[in-house]
């Protein structure tokens, strides 16, 4: 337990320190909330209805293109040879690298989401439920995305193959996350439908995730 | 004769027996779309959707296959992670193409269908947005493979991300399903009866049929390539070592 | 293309449908006929050049009639 505990700390001043990139993602999901209305036009009510979606995109993609560094950093380093060889169990590995990952990248964008939906004129109500749903649906992308950065890992140029090979399996968490955020307005009582499902598909995810990702960076590195 | 399923999984066996079946395979293929389409000819005009149901027999089949092909690619994985068996990856990298070009095919018929019967040529219909899914993930597949430069390593890779596929398709299916139902309730015109009158269910299945035999000679036929491919890098590499 | 082949209003849909299905086919097959002779002919280059996989010899002599090999 212990070693699982000096890895997550690890992981995260690791990621913190400078030339980390923790704040890129943040940094990169802001871009997108404010190019969006540049493309869609200043009209306060129609992007006060998109808002939970563009606030879902952003940090879809934000989370996407950040997992390249999950894998990639400590392979580089031998890092990641001492740490399959070291004989501990590898999918709990990949579990606290993913929670790590997801502190330091997925946490910040859940904290910066509500600022951010001031920029989209969203009502408290869909705010409150765009946060509550972000915060459950990210670590699903990280877990799903871990799957992607590990099938990857041994390539020099993966960044792009990541978000091509993961979107797909990132389709749900969308439909179920951007759905619990907007049924707020019709009907309060809609919310839990979609929002458990959210749940659902994130709880899954951390099944899936590590098991598939530590059978790539068993097959990937030997 | 008699092959046992051993001697089968032998590269050098496999060929053989490809060179052998391949006339016969080609045979039935053309065949049974001969006979399909003399069917399809024949088959009766829809009371509602009029001659344009004679794309059903090319867009349903295309749909069947490529979901078919999925699960012998997820097969073909288990193989390559369990057995680690050269075969079972060089079968599932040669019909991910095949996969691609059905899903293609069934979206670009969809489309067609759709504009006289729908009125737009995209509609975002639970069925072809989850097709348009595996669309997706089939070109992903095969940029995977195209990537990985080493053979064992792509196969391992492509395998995990196969099965991570099955395991994902049918909850993005239900999502979608969920999703569709949620932004336009049952407006859709349905493409398909309830049920479907044994006129056109005839020409129906004799078309799946010969889409089927078509899969069996071009995945045959492909497998073949890949291994020769493979024989091709190894003497490279060889002819490369034995130069230094 | 009103009522082409007697195939009613839609006619167009449906022979580019049609024809659709036949381009993808033939774009497979002759895709595959081609990687087929360009595998097949390097192939015969490297073995010309006399490199031999180490299992060729043994399955040469099991399997002598299968040309494919």
Redesign the interface.
């Known amino acids: 337990m212990n070693a699982y505990r000096s890895l997550f700390l690890r992981e995260l001043r690791i990621a913190v320190r400078v030339g980390g990139g923790a704040l890129m993602g943040v940094l990169f999901f802001l871009i997108v909330v404010t190019t969006i209305p540049f493309a869609v036009g200043p009209d306060l009510n129609l992007l006060s209805r998109l808002g939970p979606a563009v606030l879902w995109i952003g940090a879809l993609l934000s989370t996407l293109l950040g997992l390249d560094r999950l894998f990639e950093a400590d392979r580089e380093d031998g890092a990641l040879d001492l740490i399959v060889g070291s004989g501990r169990m590898l999918e709990l590995v990949v579990i606290v690298k993913v929670l790590a990952h997801w502190t330091a990248t997925g946490l910040p964008l859940v904290i910066a989401a509500p600022l951010f939906s001031l920029f989209l004129a969203m009502p408290p109500a869909t705010i409150g439920t765009t946060v509550l749903t972000l915060l459950v649906g990210t670590p699903a992308l990280t877990f799903l995305g871990a ?1 992607g950065a590990a ?2 890992v ?2 020099r140029r ?1 960044g792009l ?1 990541v978000p ?2 993961i ?3 990132a ?2 968490v969308l ?2 996350g951007v ?1 619990a955020s907007t049924s707020v307005l019709l009907d309060p009582a809609g919310f839990f439908t979609p929002f458990l ?1 959210l749940a659902a ?1 994130s709880l ?1 995810a951390g099944v ?1 995730g590590p098991i ?1 990702a530590a ?2 960076l ?3 590195l030997d | 004769m008699a092959l046992t399923l051993t001697e089968l999984a032998n590269p050098t066996r496999f060929m053989g027996l490809v060179t052998r079946a391949l006339p016969y395979l080609a045979g039935a293929t053309v065949l049974l779309f001969a006979v399909g389409l003399i069917l399809v000819a024949g088959a009766p005009e829809d009371y509602q959707q009029g001659m344009t149901v004679m794309i059903m027999y090319i867009h349903v089949p295309a749909a069947w296959l490529s979901m078919f092909t999925y699960g012998m690619m997820a097969a073909s994985a288990i193989g390559t992670l369990v057995w680690r068996h050269p075969l079972a990856d060089v079968s599932a990298k040669a019909a991910a193409p095949i996969g691609a070009a059905f899903a293609f095919l069934c979206l670009f018929t969809g489309s067609l269908w759709g504009k006289p019967m729908w009125g737009t040529w995209w509609e975002w219909d639970a069925r072809l947005t989850s097709m348009l899914v595996l669309f997706i993930m089939y070109l992903g597949l095969i940029a995977l493979w195209r990537t990985i430069e080493d053979p064992t390593r792509a196969a391992r890779a492509a395998a995990v991300l196969i099965l991570v596929g099955t395991v994902n398709l049918p909850i993005i299916k239900f999502s979608v399903d969920w999703w569709n139902t949620l932004h336009q309730p049952a407006s859709v015109f349905r493409m398909d009866g309830p049920t479907i009158d044994p006129s056109m269910l005839w020409p129906l299945l004799v078309m799946a049929l010969a889409f089927t035999a078509l899969l069996v000679t071009l995945h045959w036929m492909a497998m073949r390539n890949e291994i020769l491919r493979r024989r091709v890098r190894a003497l490279g590499l060889m002819a490369a070592g034995g130069a230094r | 293309m009103e009522n082409l082949f007697g195939l009613g209003p839609h006619a167009g849909f449906i022979v580019v449908s049609y024809a659709a299905a036949a381009l993808t086919v033939a774009a497979l097959v002759v895709w595959i006929l081609v990687d087929h002779r360009t595998q097949t002919r390097r192939l015969a280059e490297l073995e010309a050049r006399g490199v031999r996989r180490r299992s060729a010899a043994k399955a040469a002599a099991v399997a002598g009639q299968e040309s494919g090999a």
Do not use: C, H, K, Q
């Open positions: 799957i099938l990857t041994s390539l993966g193959l091509i090979l979107l797909p399996f389709i749900p439909i179920f759905a499902l598909v899954m899936v598939a059978a790539a068993r097959g990937g």
